[in-house]
């Protein structure tokens, strides 16, 4: 049974941080390309960031120069540094697991509110 579990979320003011991991189980990491997702209230969920297999990182406009996706081939984890936040980033936040652009795995999903 393929997993994704992210962590990290939770609640932080408007410019702060806060960096959200996605451990991926058994032999899935290396095959596929890993994204991160969000979904805001009312909204359809949007691609954040994607990492594709030869390492080349995708980021959305919304968040260019603020965020940063990595990922830890040694733990099978994927990170998405989260900086200078702003109340338009609140969302649920999912991890992905895609071959040619199409996802065939989620994780549950983790909170990130940017209120103060």
């Known amino acids: 049974q393929v997993q994704l579990v992210e962590s990290g979320g939770g609640l932080v003011q408007p410019g702060g941080s806060l960096r959200l991991s996605c451990a991926a189980s058994?032999?899935?990491?290396?095959?596929?390309?890993m994204g991160w997702y969000r979904q805001a209230p009312g909204k359809q969920r949007e691609l954040v960031a994607r990492?594709?297999?030869?390492?080349?990182?995708y980021y959305a406009d919304s968040v260019k120069g603020r965020f940063a996706a990595s990922r830890d081939n040694a733990k099978n984890t994927v990170y998405l540094q989260m900086n200078s936040l702003k109340p338009e980033d609140t969302a649920v936040y999912y991890c992905?697991?895609?071959?040619?652009?199409?996802?065939?795995?989620w994780g549950q999903g983790t909170q990130v509110t940017v209120s103060s």
């Open positions: 058994g032999s899935i990491f290396n095959a596929y390309a």
């Open positions: 992905s697991a895609d071959h040619n652009g199409s996802v065939r795995y």
């Open positions: 990492i594709a297999r030869g390492g080349s990182v």
